[in-house]
């Protein structure tokens, strides 16, 4: 009788026990999922701040206007809806609706501006005091048809206006000219813009991104239309939407599921995680929901807005 009751005991302690473990067990998975997940969305996040911080600087940013000052090519990224947009799109078979984010900025380039020069008309001849770095020309050449081949001049007066190279640099012992096409901004083309003394040349850069699926998995792509095309940059990102507010509070808005590391057996998340904004119907594809899912938000202040 003692050796029965002895084995009850035991056997409800060692149940107890591996259902403590189990439990335990079940927390330490989710963390790592989730810690997991997060660093997918913070490398989503790191991926835009440099492009969020720069965009829309020294370039007009309304529709029309945008389209102008990049002499109506109608290419991407010139043809764009302005600086910062989002475009929705279906992807293939029309099983998932989607989102693009398309971004275009302006990067430092460390060269200045030797003294303030007048320019009017469709040309300019600018002196600056920086070695111009050929690898950033589109191989060489000239034109507009590259996003390569754009810069912008923060300070330029009376208004933002982008620049083309129409020629190689010309340099000499004491400074580099460059000679730039343009759209003139100003209603009467008779009128000058001003180019200030010291003012910083800014490479024009753009990004687009977007979630997709990715061999057997998922992914956020982004095309830096640099010549490189689409590529996969953070891989476990199941979906991402955007949203501009502007012109109220001037921010890019990002929503993101991303996906744990451990891969089950069978289905954990059937449905979008806690968090994610009920006016985005995800569609959790099938492989997806034999991970566990998070829901991540973030806000990008567009400061050249």
């Avoid at 102008?68 to 043809?79: T, V």
């Avoid at 129409?166 to 003139?184: D, I, M, Y």
């Amino acid at each position: 009788m003692e050796v029965s009751i002895t084995s009850l005991v035991t056997s409800i302690m060692a149940a107890a026990i591996v259902t403590c473990l189990c439990f335990l067990a079940s927390i330490a998975n989710t963390t790592i999922d989730r810690r997991s997940s997060l660093d997918r969305a913070e490398n989503v996040f790191a991926i835009l701040k440099l492009p969020t911080a720069h965009c829309g600087y020294g370039m007009p940013k309304e529709s029309e206007k945008f389209a102008r000052a990049f002499k109506n090519i109608a290419a991407s990224p010139f043809n764009w809806a302005g600086p910062a947009s989002v475009t929705d799109f279906t992807s293939a078979g029309n099983s998932r609706k989607n989102a693009v984010c398309r971004l275009v900025y302006a990067i430092p380039t460390r060269i200045r501006t030797k003294r303030g020069t007048v320019v009017s008309g469709s040309s300019a001849l600018i002196p600056t005091d920086g070695k111009f770095d050929a690898t950033e020309a589109a191989n060489h050449r000239t034109g507009p048809s590259s996003t390569k081949n754009w810069v912008v001049f923060g300070a330029a007066l009376p208004v933002s206006c982008p620049f083309w190279l129409v020629a190689p640099p010309q340099r000499s012992a004491k400074e580099t000219t460059f000679s730039l096409g343009f759209v003139n901004p100003l209603s009467d083309s008779s009128k000058e813009l001003f180019i200030p003394e010291n003012d910083e040349m800014c490479a024009v850069r753009a990004m687009e991104c977007w979630a997709a699926a990715y061999k057997n998995d998922f992914a956020l792509f982004s095309n830096n239309h640099v010549g490189s095309g689409a590529q996969p940059k953070v891989i476990g990102v199941i979906d991402a939407r955007f949203e501009i507010v502007a012109p109220s509070y001037n921010l890019l808005r990002v929503f993101l599921i991303t996906r744990g590391n451990k891969r089950y057996d069978y289905e954990i998340s059937k449905t979008a995680p806690q968090g994610w904004p009920e006016q985005y119907a995800a569609t959790i594809p099938p492989e997806a929901r034999h991970y566990r899912l998070f829901a991540y938000r973030a806000s990008f202040e567009l400061k050249n807005f």
